[in-house]
C-alpha cells in the first residue's frame, strides 16, 4: 500500500437525497480526468473519495495538480495507505510524514475511526501514535490547540490512511450536475472568467464564438480556442461553436443607425445564442457582462440585449470590478492569454457615439430594415465545430 490521494466532496454532500447522483457525476468526471496519468481506482465512501493508483508507473504528481482543478472537491491531500494495525499506522506515519516531522515544533494527531470494529477508540488510537512519534522525534511538543503538524489518521474499511494538512480543492459543484449551458466566449478577459464561474457551480458548458473574419484575423479565433483549451482542465472537454459573423455586422453597418450598431450585433448574438442552446438541450446563455463596463452593459442596455434571448442570461461578474475579474482570471491561468493583442470583433465597427441609455421601442425600430430571420439561419448553418480535449 502507497501513496495515494483523499479528497473530500465539497457541497456536494449538502444535497441530500441527490447526493448519490452528485457523487456519481463527480467521480466519473474524476475518472475522465484521470486517465492520462495511469490507472487510479477511484471509489467514495462517507463524502470522502480515494484515490489509489494501480501502477507503479502512475503519475500520481500529475493527478493530484489536475484534482486541483475538478470543481466539487473541497480539500484534498496525499496520504500514504496502511494496514489497520496502531504500530503499523505508527510507523508509517512515522516514515510518511517525516520531513513534516523534523521541520515542526509541535504537533498533535487528529483520528478518525469509520471502522467501529477498529480495537483502538479514536482517542486512543490518537495517544498511542503521538507517543510514538514523540519517542521518534523527541524534538516536537505536544499541542492540542495551536500545533504546527497535525498528523490526521483515518481508519476506514479497508484500511488506515495517515496524511498532513490538506490543501483547498477547486471547490463549487460537479460539472454536469447544474445543465448545460452556452457561453458567449470573446477573446477578452471577461468571459473566460464568467465560464469558468458557472463551471464551478455545475454547469456543462457549449462555448460560442461570433467570428468576423476577415475583420478579426485568424489569429483572433486561434487565441479563444487557446483559451478554451486553458478552461478544459476545469470545464471537461469542450465543443466550441465558430460562428461566422461577418455579413451580419456588414449588414447592420449598411442598414442600421450608426449609434445603434452596437447593441444590434448584441442582439444578434442573443439570437444565435439562443438557437444553439436549443438546439443543444441548454437552459442558459452566459455573457462576461459587468454592469457599466462599457456603453453596451448598462442597464438599459442588458435589457435590450436580453430581449432577444429564449432563455435566461446569467452574468456571473454582473457585480464585480475589474479588479476582481483580473485576480480570478490571473488564478485559472487565463489572464495572460487574455491580454494578447487581437481585434474584438465588437470593435470592428464601433459607433463612435454609442447610446448608453436605449430605448427598447427605439432599438426595435433601428433594426426594422434587417432581415433578421435569414441572418441568423445563415449564421448557424456556417458554424464550425471545433472540439477541444485536454
Ligand atoms: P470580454 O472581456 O469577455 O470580451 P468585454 O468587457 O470586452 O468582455 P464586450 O466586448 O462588450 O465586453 O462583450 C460582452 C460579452 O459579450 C462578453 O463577455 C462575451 O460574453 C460576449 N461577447 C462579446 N464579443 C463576443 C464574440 N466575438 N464572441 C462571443 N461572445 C462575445
Ligand atoms: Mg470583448
New binding site residues.
Given amino acids: 500500500m502507497t501513496d495515494m490521494i483523499l479528497l473530500k466532496e465539497g457541497e456536494v454532500v449538502l444535497k441530500g437525497l441527490n447526493k448519490r447522483s452528485f457523487e456519481q457525476k463527480l467521480t466519473s468526471n474524476i475518472r475522465r480526468r484521470l486517465k492520462r496519468f495511469g490507472p487510479f481506482a477511484v471509489t467514495a465512501n462517507q463524502s470522502v473519495i480515494y484515490v489509489e493508483p494501480q501502477s507503479g508507473d502512475c503519475d500520481t504528481d500529475g493527478a493530484f495538480e489536475a484534482l486541483g482543478k475538478v470543481f466539487g472537491i473541497m480539500t484534498m491531500t496525499r496520504a500514504a495507505a496502511c494496514e489497520k494495525d496502531p504500530a503499523a499506522i505508527a510507523a508509517k506515519a512515522a516514515e510518511y510524514l517525516r520531513e513534516d516531522l523534523l521541520a515542526a515544533k509541535s504537533f498533535k494527531v487528529e483520528s478518525r475511526r469509520g471502522d467501529k470494529g477498529f480495537p483502538l477508540t479514536s482517542v486512543q488510537l490518537s495517544q498511542y501514535v503521538g507517543g510514538q512519534l514523540h519517542d521518534a522525534f523527541p524534538h516536537l511538543t505536544a499541542d492540542m490547540h495551536t500545533p504546527e503538524l497535525t498528523v490526521h489518521l483515518e481508519v476506514r474499511d479497508r484500511a488506515a490512511y495517515i496524511h498532513g494538512a490538506p490543501v483547498p480543492g477547486a471547490g463549487g459543484l460537479p460539472v454536469g450536475t447544474a445543465g448545460s449551458a452556452v ?10 472568467v ?1 465560464t469558468w464561474m458557472m463551471a464551478k457551480r455545475g454547469m456543462r458548458i457549449i462555448p ?5 473574419f476577415p475583420y478579426t484575423s485568424e489569429l483572433a479565433k486561434e487565441k ?1 480556442l487557446d483559451l478554451a483549451k486553458l478552461l478544459v482542465p476545469w470545464c471537461g472537454r469542450m465543443n466550441v461553436q465558430v ?1 461566422p ?1 461577418t455579413h451580419i455586422q456588414e449588414e447592420i453597418r449598411a442598414k442600421c443607425p450608426e449609434d445603434y450598431f ?1 447593441i444590434i450585433m ?1 442582439r444578434m ?1 442573443m439570437r444565435i445564442a439562443s438557437a444553439v442552446a436549443a438546439d443543444n438541450n441548454c437552459g442558459a446563455l ?5 454592469l457599466g ?2 456603453a ?2 448598462t442597464m438599459e442596455a442588458m435589457a435590450a440585449t436580453e430581449d432577444c434571448a429564449d432563455v435566461p442570461v446569467l452574468r456571473p461578474l454582473v457585480g464585480m470590478d475589474k479588479a476582481e475579474v483580473i485576480s480570478i482570471a490571473r488564478r485559472i491561468g487565463t489572464f495572460e492569454t ?1 491580454i494578447l493583442p487581437y481585434e ?3 470593435t470592428v465597427f464601433t459607433p463612435r457615439h454609442p447610446c448608453t441609455h436605449p430605448k427598447l421601442r427605439k432599438v426595435r425600430e433601428a433594426e426594422k430594415d434587417l432581415d433578421v430571420e435569414p441572418l441568423v439561419a445563415e449564421a448557424l448553418a456556417g458554424i464550425e465545430f471545433v472540439k477541444i480535449g485536454y
Fill in positions: 457561453s458567449l466566449l470573446s477573446g477578452g478577459i471577461d468571459s473566460p464568467s460560442v464564438h461570433f467570428f468576423s479563444v460562428v459573423f452596437t448584441r448574438m452566459i455573457t462576461g457582462e459587468s463596463q462599457v453596451s452593459q487574455s474584438d470583433c465588437c
